[in-house]
């Protein structure tokens, strides 16, 4: 999309901030981001610029502070806004990646699509018209190069993984060192990231994989016609029935009705003109129907080489004749322009349950599986106090186990027996004990006091400080876990900003290690769902446990993560706060 160099290129031009905050919420919305990492990915200072690709396909770039461009939109009007490499270095995790062998990279570079043969990894879940990035693989490591390119997927996932499988794999819109990327400050890219646990795991690899890590590892099929068309691989004695070309003609007419009736209103739309591949692949191939027509299982695929048109551009051609679009050929190229969804055909079509529509079913199943799964159940955290040195004696006294822990009330229902048994309730005010009256009680709560300051102490000063005469402990239940049983004090964690040199603020985790958080994984953590730099190191001052420090004001983000994995919101300390 930009191997060549832009045309029309306007000045650039501040963007206004209600402008960005606008371009803001709806970045935050379509990738699905947290507030803090948002204000990173579309900061202060952004730029706008129009320009015109090779093929007069117009655009908008958005420019950093520092003149990078870090988000694009093609077409007029188009809220398609897309990421370029320079913001997907500063969050590789933004959009899902394949990866492919460093010789394939050149390739790329030089303004090629990404062929289905050249991928060795890709999740298992993409559509096609998907964006994805593109990275360099590093063989035999959890290791992932940095994004190289940006694109849109032109076939499902589950093609990529079938053996042959030939074509384009990725339609390329912008690369690492082409004319987009030589407008920003240039430059290699950074460092391997290391991909987290979870990303590993959503995976597919075809390297070095043999038939048994294939059957475990490929995605089960999202719609029953996928079922159908493979049904003879997984079935020798299902019946095998071949669609006519005709036939083939048809499906692709009703989805083409489909995608303009369901997918192309008005604000869609207008992300047209479009290529015409990228058009089949993101709207004509997602809306073929998820079940066979009539037939119990089908062998035929559905698509424009199996139908009566032979090539796209014959198809598509045909439709144009009946008043359903307009083409116009740009540079050897084929773009539609428009699409009549007001058309009589358009308006008769009775919609039926699409590819499309059932992978946004299975994607929302997943994603509340998903939810159930990282539901944490809330510690139940409990303070206790035993009997120690001085309060031993009135305990005993009390007709109490000198040997056991108690909680807060448990004191109380204590001291309240041993104060009624004696009759020390004031007669005038019974929410005073008559203190003076009982030796035992007086040396054990009011030693150090004056002893003409000792007469009368209000019920809930006593159970305070007969706690303070106890010895501190604490029991963390987690569900699934032993309970954990410990001596001393519980204090809630702390989470403080710090701001250092003027603006530069960090965040400091303390205490977490009794609510069975270890700093090593927290760290790790909060570097992903924060998109900030960590580190861990020894905390200050005789305690022995060690401190977490996150890059930025990150208050909110690291509060969520604590509460998400049981940690009760009381017993988090916070300071400071705010935007980064």
Known sequence: MFKKPLGNLKTSAPLRNSDRRK????I????????????????????????STYTDEPGVAYLGPGGDPLWFTLGIGSEDIIPTVYTLWKKPDLIPFLSTPSAVIPVLIGGADLMIPGVVQHPLSLQAGQLVSITEHIHHSTHIGSPLA???????????????????????????NDHLFDMGHKGNPPDPWEMSHSTTNDQHSTEDEDVTENDMLKEPLVDELSSHLE??????HAPKIELTKE???????????????????????????????TFYSAYILPSRPAQSPSQSSVSTPIDIKHSTHKSLAYFLKSAEKQGLLKLKEIKSELMVFSVATSHADVVAHRPYLSLKDVAIRNEKRGQREEE??????????????????????LFAEAGFDTSARYTYADIKTVLDKYVTDRQLVNAHDQSYINVGADELLQTTLCKSDNPANMEFFKREQLIERLSDKMQSWYKICAEGKDPVLKKGQIKPISVVVKVRQGRKATTLITGFEPF??????????????????????????????MLVLVQGKQVKEVTEFLT???????????EGGGKK
Do not use: N, Y
């Open 23 to 26: 371009l803001k919420q709806h």
């Open 28 to 51: 935050i919305q379509a990738f699905s981001l947290v507030p803090d990492v948002g204000e990173e990915l579309v900061p202060e200072g952004l730029l706008s610029v129009k320009f």
């Open 150 to 176: 940006v694109g849109h997927m032109a076939v499902d996932s589950d093609v990529l993984s079938e053996a042959g499988s030939k074509g384009k794999a990725v339609f390329v819109l912008h690369a690492w």
């Open 231 to 236: 049904q003879t691989q997984l079935d020798d």
């Open 247 to 277: 036939d083939v003609s048809s499906i692709l007419h009703d989805a083409l009705l489909q995608a303009m009736k369901k997918t192309l209103s008005s604000s869609q739309a207008s992300a047209l003109p479009m290529p015409a591949s």
């Open 372 to 393: 159930e799964r990282s539901r944490v159940k809330e510690l139940e955290v409990t303070e206790l106090w035993k009997p120690h040195l001085q309060s031993l004696i």
């Open 516 to 545: 069975l958080l270890e700093a090593a994984a927290l760290a790790e953590e909060l570097k992903m769902r924060c998109a900030s730099s960590t580190s861990v190191s020894p905390a200050p001052g005789k305690s022995s446990g």
């Open 564 to 574: 998400s994995q049981g940690v009760p919101k009381r017993w988090v300390h916070t």
